[in-house]
Nanobody, 126 residues
Framework: QVQLVESGGGLVQAGGSLRLSCAAS????????MGWFRQAPGKEREYVAG????????YYADSVKGRFTISRDNAKNTVYLQMNSLKPEDTAVYYC???????????????????WGQGTQVTVSS
């Protein structure tokens, strides 16, 4: 079992920044690829960003490319999502998730993830 706890959400004005953190516990963190997803009210959950187990490769949804940065610190068992130039349409509950090391193509597919956090609310005001 892997336990994931997100933090860092909040209310921010458009154009502002937030940094989300996701602390993992339970199993060897470096055995897992990590992803961030989000879900806005009335919408489907969507992929935001993914990072492989070593941190050597990162991937982003087109909607956040150039504004968001995913990173990880395996010594601290933590994955981060730095969000800059936030827009009202970024408002959502953000979830981190863990999947066993595998095909990079699976990073963007929520069904391939084994563990999920409880989510943290991000609200961007216009």
């Amino acid at each position: 079992q892997v336990q994931l706890v997100e933090s860092g959400g909040g209310l921010v004005q458009a154009g502002g920044s937030l940094r989300l953190s996701c602390a993992a516990s339970g199993r060897t963190f470096s055995n897992y690829d990590m992803g961030w997803f989000r879900q806005a009210p009335g919408k489907e959950r969507e992929y935001v960003a993914g990072i492989i187990w070593s941190g050597g490769s990162t991937y982003y949804a087109d909607s956040v490319k150039g504004r968001f940065t995913i990173s990880r610190d395996n010594a601290k068992n933590t994955v981060y999502l730095q969000m800059n130039s936030l827009k009202p349409e970024d408002t959502a509950v953000y979830y981190c998730a863990a999947k066993s090391r595998g095909l990079v193509l699976r990073l963007a597919v929520g069904a391939h993830y084994d563990y999920w956090g409880q989510g943290t609310q991000v609200t961007v005001s216009s």
